[in-house]
């Protein structure tokens, strides 16, 4: 039998894994989750369709997310974390003892019960002390926020569906309003290849540019994500991501990861010259016919 997930990367192009089965699928309020076993990629859950993660490379989103933010501010003590009821970022997070509190902002409660079953590598610290979680909207639950927080993460799906607020300028002004003076906001933030995807890019990048006076782009390579190249945002209030990287104090504290390091960190910031200019100028170079 020959059995294949299949994600549509543009209306052109799809992506397939091998499957030996589907272990979950339901349709719920906000979304469609559906959990496959797979032969080169572990487990793999997709919401809507598009991956969110698979066991085999769900480390290299999870340490971009968390280390990159963690080791240029190093007292970051209380965190907000929009999305990932996968626990893939929390589980990070708990890593530092000096993080007092977390707020794991959750739209879909199943998202977390699935992962809870299928993924228990990926949710080890979703029981952890310092950890709250709200299932409710991250745009609603940031609203009533001020000067709360040293860092938030915003670990959303794409921008359409129940993420699509998450993309919004004033969803980035009340991150703003909820940091704390030299808090650090870092989201997910497409990739630059396909054209709708970059569009959406340029669009985060642009809006989030307009609120932040620090805003910078840094990649990674994620196999399962559209086109495998996959960008993230670093945005703050002051804070520089590569001057104040603090590299001796990171590499003290032992964390062992095996996609972050801080040679890495200074180089992920460096983008190839068509996204540097994309950034720029907003414009997307589209040679479909
Ligand atoms: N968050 C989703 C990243 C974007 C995926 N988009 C896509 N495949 N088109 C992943 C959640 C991990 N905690």
Redesign the pocket.
Known sequence: MDLWFTENHSDSVRFSIRVDKQLYSEQIEYQRIDVFQSLEFGRLLALDG????TQKD?FI??DMIVHVPMAVKKDIKNVLVI??G?G??VRELCRYSTIEHIDLVEIDKKVVEVCEEYFPEMTVSMHDPRLDIHFTDGLRFVRRKQGEYDLIIV????PFGPGEGLFTMEFYGNCYKALKEHGVLVN?HESPFYVNDAKAMCRAHERIKSVFPVCAVYQAHIPT??SGHWLFGFASKGLDPIKDLDEQHWNSLGIKTRYYNTELHKGCFALPSYVKEMLETGEVLDVRR
């Open positions: 598009y991956v969110m993660i769900e989103y999870h999305g990932a996968d893939g970022t670990d959303s799906t794409d997910q994500y559209a």
